[in-house]
């Protein structure tokens, strides 16, 4: 009786360990966990998670949903600063892309899956940059194709199509000096906007994404991103960004500077980033909810300022246009994706 006793003991405790040291299979990955992607716990501002596409490991920051006023402190009167509210987070890119992720997935999709770029990219501003500065010397059409490209890459549902139908990934874009539905210069409606793979940001979320503290107080939009004051100080902004006046005329390395609250880096200066959108000015007088700018117009966005310019360009609520088919040695991007 006695050792059935002891039998039955020494059993349990077996049960209890084997429990105790089998992981849950439903635990967080070792990219810090899958929430965005139907977990159970929802992510939090600024959490970070690892994406790996071939042999790069790049990071993202967690974006909750929320409302700000577009445009203060830098549009002026009498031109509207709306009420802007995103109904639903993202993830952006920590940092903005570098030559490595670039050339890690322009080659994957140039050589044998179907795409076409109108540029190959530089590292940085040409001078002999490692391949960690942003990737340069591309246009908005790359961008968009690249990001589709990203996508596909990593088994995700891809968000820019030919048409309206979104039944046919755009993969192939030219260099021409016109504006062109053909070569890529596509319309909201060819946009498949709750697909789960990569996209440009759209100027509310990348200006939302700049300035967000946390969600109630935000960062006022003449200062640069996570500057303590505004562009015109010298010392803070400097802490924050590459510019004109600590740059060496150069591109740096990404993440060098310090990152906003949300721990997204040079979202200030580096380089001038696309966004998604056609240019409209003024904004629409709002209240706005999820805008993704008008269909067509002439222009598409960029922001950030970069290290060729002013520190005047670097405030979070400054904005700016180029050709879509336009590219330059301060001309990059950072992706997003859906929550």
């Not at 490209?149 to 030919?162: D, F, I, M, R, W």
């Given at each position: ?101 670039w050339y890690e997935v322009y080659t ?142 150069s591109t740096h390395p990404v993440g ?31 209240p706005l909810t999820d805008p993704h ?47």
């Amino acid at each position: 009786m006695n050792i059935r006793k002891c039998f039955l003991g020494l059993a349990a405790i077996l049960l209890v360990l084997s429990l105790v040291a089998c992981p849950d299979p439903g635990g967080d990955s070792a990219d810090g966990g899958d929430s965005a992607d139907g977990g159970s716990t929802a992510p939090t501002a600024g959490e970070e998670r690892t994406e790996i596409t071939g042999s790069v490991s790049f990071d993202l920051r967690y974006v909750p949903k929320g409302t700000f006023v577009m445009g203060e402190d830098v549009q002026q009167p009498p031109d509207p600063t709306p009420v802007v509210t995103l109904t639903k987070g993202f993830w952006m890119a920590e940092t903005e892309v570098t030559y490595e992720l670039w050339y890690e997935v322009y080659t994957w999709a140039d050589s044998a899956n179907g795409y076409t770029f109108a540029n190959v990219g530089e590292q940085g501003d040409g001078s002999g940059d490692t391949n960690q500065h942003p990737v340069t010397t591309i246009n908005w059409r790359d961008a968009m194709i690249w990001c589709n490209a990203l996508s596909e890459k990593q088994g995700l549902t891809p968000v820019y199509y030919t048409d309206s139908s979104q039944a046919t990934v755009i993969r192939i874009v030219n260099d021409t000096a016109s504006i062109d539905p053909a070569n890529g210069d596509i319309a909201s409606d060819c946009v498949k906007w709750d697909a789960d793979g990569y996209r440009m940001p759209t100027e509310a979320e990348w200006e939302y994404a700049s300035r967000y503290r946390d969600g109630s107080d935000w960062t006022p939009g003449d200062y640069a991103s996570g500057a303590t004051a505004d562009y015109t100080d010298a010392g803070a902004t400097g802490l924050v960004a590459w510019y004109s006046a600590n740059s060496g005329s150069s591109t740096h390395p990404v993440g060098q500077k310090n990152a906003n609250v949300l721990g997204i880096n040079d979202m200030s200066g580096n380089v001038w980033e696309w966004c998604w959108g056609w240019w409209q000015t003024p904004y629409d007088s709002g209240p706005l909810t999820d805008p993704h700018g008008p269909d067509t117009v002439t222009y598409r966005l960029r922001r950030s300022g970069c290290w060729d310019y002013y520190a005047f360009y670097l405030q979070c609520a400054y904005r700016l246009n180029d050709y879509p088919y336009r590219e330059f040695y301060y001309f990059g991007f950072r992706p997003v994706r859906n929550e």
